[in-house]
């Protein structure tokens, strides 16, 4: 290995000024590009959530209205079939009654996931009424797995280029 850089050829300096930057360069990229890739997946599963508030709610609501609880337990667990959702709980404001299917979290864990709550609204006789809440829940870790699936991926890519550059430079360098 020291045979092909010696000391103060130009090989190690060329290799001593453009692999620090370029390393760094690439780790200060990725950093960033974590933190915005996160927000713009939690925003994307919040966003997705609120889209599809008025098609979770609906039936819920006529469910709550008509007491129908096998009804709620059954379309809360179809709304689980969702692979961004991992837990649904439903809080009746009639009866007091909560439904939970998957994994809902109690308070102290609730840091370690995403949730959106959305009003279960019925009309009856043109009047909305609120029947009770619709809560969906999303582990933060399945965000952070994915992020670090991407990191990995484009260390691996990072990694292509950088010996590329070094095999040309060198190929390069004994050419001339």
Not at 41 to 47: D, E, G, R
Not at 93 to 122: K, M, T
Not at 139 to 150: D, E, F, G, M, P
Request: charged share 20%.
């Amino acid at each position: 290995m020291l045979k092909l850089f010696p000391k103060r050829s130009i090989k190690s300096k060329f290799f001593a000024i453009v692999l620090p930057p370029a390393v760094s360069a690439f780790l200060l990229i990725s950093i960033i590009a974590g933190f915005l890739s996160y927000y713009d997946m939690k925003n994307a599963f919040l966003s997705h959530a609120a889209r599809n508030a008025e098609t979770y709610t609906r039936p819920l609501g006529l469910s709550l209205w008509n007491l129908n609880n096998s009804l709620v337990e059954s379309q809360i667990r179809a709304i689980l079939n969702n692979p961004d959702i991992t837990g649904v709980k439903v809080s009746e404001h009639l009866g007091g009654q909560e439904f939970q299917v998957g994994d809902v979290p109690d308070q102290e864990q609730l840091d370690q996931y995403l949730v959106s709550s959305i009003d279960i609204v019925f009309f009856a006789f043109e009047e909305p009424e609120v029947l009770g809440k619709l809560y969906l829940y999303a582990k933060k870790n399945q965000i952070y797995a994915t992020l670090v699936k991407r990191f990995l991926r484009d260390c691996l890519l990072f990694f292509i280029l950088i010996v590329t550059v070094l095999a040309s430079a060198l190929f390069a360098n004994h050419k001339i």
